[in-house]
């Protein structure tokens, strides 16, 4: 005598989504804890003469739907050149900041905290936080 069985996959869809939507917001959300912590290195490690360009930064985080980003841009002219530009000898204000664990105030301030937050894996950190919230 055959025994048919039955299950009804609309439930356990519907809880795939669910669970979908709750790991894209945990991401979403360790992404802008990565970036910000990205932002307050950088600004640390930013030049210094007036406080232009330590103050003139913006944050931004976005998905769509397959991937998640995050920006952090500096917002004056000479950001870039300041950033890549190995021949600039910092001044007093920047050689008057500390250290930090990324580098020395000056140029690359924003490459070496985010090569520093990778090798050291804090980007991994927020994710795994926020996956256990």
Known sequence: MPVSVRV????????????????SEALIRAMGKSIEQLREESQALAPYKTGELQGNVNTNVSADGKTVTGEVQFNVPYASRQHNDLDLRPGPGTQAKPQTRYGTPGQNYLLNPAVGLGRDQEYHKHIKEELER
């Open 8 to 23: 009804d996959t609309s439930a356990f869809a519907k809880s795939l989504r669910k669970a979908e939507g709750q790991l």
